[in-house]
């Protein structure tokens, strides 16, 4: 196995797959663009016995076509076991890593090199989990989720940007989170699989790495990677078929007996600030680099009217100055800039590198007039005006 | 002859199955001690706990007993009388 930047791995990614159709179809295709780049990358669905009649012959068929290896558990094994029936192919049948991968996702084309370059870069990485819209607390927060992925190559967009912003970078968190982790072979023969104790349950993560961290090893994010992550699909299905709630917390108290240092290490973590300094990172390069390509618009504003208009990028402030910041949003991303001395207009051309597309004046304030008479200034003749009336009511 | 993935597959989930069947058996012997032993404490405790609620209860009537008798009423007295004079 090579090391650094010269390593080319072999990675399995696998599919765990139980019902769930209408995410499936979505997920493969994505799979099927994969560009793994210097590594190569094979695709196995572990269908965990899907019970709706059919569903799992139409999910091999789609499966084969793309020329992704299938397989169906002649019973249902349940989460760890589907899991840890991937690790132990992946070491056995000699991959330096696995990808394990719900099926209510949408992976990027640049999903191998992002995931699996901290594994390669540290050999004491026990696992990579990807920068998500639904990633438990490590979230990319969006406000309409759903509509990246209606998007033609807007999941491959954002993390192409999220890679160019990040490049390597890991950050160290206490456990991974399942819904996308990468592995190497050589920790999980360390290691060991997910312990079945955590069947039909969502803490079996965070077993594995507490247990790997024991052993010298580290968990990571990748925030380069942004995986679509509907949240919806089958630890929630699976984890339906028993008493939901009452094994959760069973669960919960299986893991802070064994680790009783893992809600303080999460705590500490989320309060030092580390995570909400990349997703204001991240937030700020998806905006800031959609704004350079395809132009961006400037609102005074004190509603933010026509929210669902995602595919524009919008910088919005408030009439008054009441507020002195800048709101930015792109397709339910959204940042707040502040706003500098020498004004709204000038701050964003500042972040942008160029002038607004459009200026839309809502309401009446300082930060209006200020805007207008730059605008009138720098001959930006772009101003919709629209104020019949006051904005808000009260 | 060469083993399709398939195959492979049947036979490492049957191999940790019997694994996980081994493990889940002798937690289930391990559990079943714990809980034997647990259950042991608490019957014990139990009794410990019963034995001192009675002891409890014949400490404090003998105690009503003695206040209520005409020796402790008269030094009850004697001590109050004590306290009024400031000695």
Known sequence: MLSGSEASW??????????GEEHVGPCLASLAHMKPGSHSSEVLILDDASPTPGSSDRCREMTTDLGFEYYRSPRNLGIPRNKNLAMLHAVEAGYDAVVLLNADTQVPANLISTLIRPLIENPFVSSTTAWSNNSS?????????DHLVQVPGLVDWLSEELDNEFEGQATTIPSGVGFC????????????????????????????????????????????CFVYHAGSGIEEAEGSMGDGERIANTHQAIIDDRYSQYRSQLLTLLSSGTIDGIREKANGRIIICAAREKGYRLEVSRLHQNADDHDAVRFRVDPTGGVPAITATY??????????????????????????????IFDHGR????????????????????????EQVL | MKETTEE?????????????????????????????DARRQLVDARS??????????QYKA??????????????????????????
């Open chain 2, 8 to 36: 492979q597959l049947d036979r490492l989930s049957l191999k940790q199955a019997l694994v996980d069947a081994d493990m889940a058996t002798a937690r289930v012997i391990d559990l079943t001690e714990r809980l034997v």
């Open chain 1, 367 to 390: 930060f209006a007039q200020d805007l207008e008479a730059d605008a009138k200034m720098l001959a930006i003749d772009r101003v919709l005006r629209r104020t019949p009336y006051r």
């Open chain 1, 331 to 360: 397709e339910g991303f959204e940042q707040s800039f502040a706003v500098a001395e020498d004004g709204v207009l000038q701050t964003v051309e500042n972040l942008i590198g160029k002038s607004p597309d459009e200026i839309r």
């Open chain 1, 181 to 224: 982790m990468a592995m190497p072979t050589s920790a999980i023969q360390d290691v060991g699989v997910m312990d079945p104790v955590f069947d039909r349950g969502s803490s079996m993560e965070i077993d594995w790495c507490q247990r790997s961290h024991s052993m010298g090893y580290r968990s990571v994010l990748a925030p380069a």
């Open chain 2, 62 to 87: 003998e105690q009503e007993q003695m206040q209520n008798s005409a020796a402790y009423r008269l030094a009850s007295k004697i001590w109050a009388v004590r306290n009024a004079l400031g000695l």
């Open chain 2, 48 to 57: 410990e706990l019963e034995h001192l609620r009675m002891e409890y209860a």
């Open chain 1, 137 to 145: 607390v490590y979230s990319l927060p969006n406000r309409d989720p």
């Open chain 1, 10 to 19: 072999r990675v399995l990614v696998a599919l765990l797959v139980y019902d």
